[in-house]
């Protein structure tokens, strides 16, 4: 029988969360940080690493591109509220993720390393890229984080949140 097959063999792969990532996801979410994974992946994908990391939770919504195309953008910043995995992006919906946000008031920072974010990047008030990304997205960032490690940035909210704190503090006194 020629068209007969035989399994010899499955190959996965797995290409696991930095170190420390769950760690600062939590404390930004602890700090009131909505934090929010936008990828090109599938969404059961995505969804899988979300959890893994401590950005998606049971009862939390996952949204893809064409989800988000078929929205006003009413319903997308409603949508956003609740979601926290955006799944089958394409580049020109995270730039209207970051505008909608924008529109109603929202201080959006964005991380990203590749050329798809550029966009996103740029329209963000914070755009971080990795040191590790392409140089199209360091190049509209304006933070560049050179180790790759998201903690760099939760450390770095922390000590303006102290800043901010502190200049309050003495604003009062005189």
């Known amino acids: 029988?020629?068209?007969?097959?035989?399994?010899?063999?499955?190959?996965?792969?797995?290409?696991p969360p930095?170190?420390?990532?769950?760690?600062?996801?939590?404390?930004?979410?602890?700090?009131?940080i909505h934090v929010t994974m936008i990828t090109g992946d599938?969404?059961?994908?995505?969804?899988?690493?979300?959890?893994?990391?401590?950005?998606w939770k049971e009862g939390e919504t996952v949204l893809t591109g064409r989800e988000i195309?078929?929205?006003?953008?009413?319903?997308?910043f409603a949508a956003l509220k609740t979601s926290t995995?955006?799944?089958?992006?394409?580049?020109?919906?995270?730039?209207?993720?970051?505008r909608v946000l924008q529109d109603r008031g929202e201080i959006v920072a964005v991380s990203g390393d590749g050329v798809n974010d550029v966009p996103a990047l740029k329209a963000a008030d914070l755009g971080i890229a990795?040191?590790?990304?392409?140089?199209?997205?360091?190049?509209?960032?304006?933070?560049?984080?050179?180790?790759n490690n998201l903690r760099v940035i939760v450390d770095a909210i922390r000590n303006g949140r102290v800043i901010v704190h502190n200049v309050r503090k003495v604003i009062y006194y005189l």
Not at 18 to 32: I, M, N, Y
Not at 69 to 76: A, I, K, N, R
Request: glycine share 10%.
């Open 1 to 15: 029988d020629m068209w007969r097959y035989d399994i010899v063999g499955l190959v996965g792969f797995l290409d």
């Open 85 to 98: 995995v955006l799944a089958r992006v394409l580049p020109e919906h995270k730039y209207r993720v970051v």
């Open 130 to 147: 990795m040191g590790s990304g392409t140089e199209a997205a360091k190049s509209v960032a304006k933070m560049v984080i050179v180790d």
């Open 18 to 32: 930095k170190e420390g990532v769950r760690e600062a996801v939590l404390t930004a979410r602890k700090a009131g």
């Open 42 to 55: 599938y969404p059961l994908t995505a969804r899988a690493i979300a959890a893994a990391v401590g950005i």
């Open 69 to 76: 195309e078929s929205m006003s953008d009413g319903e997308l």
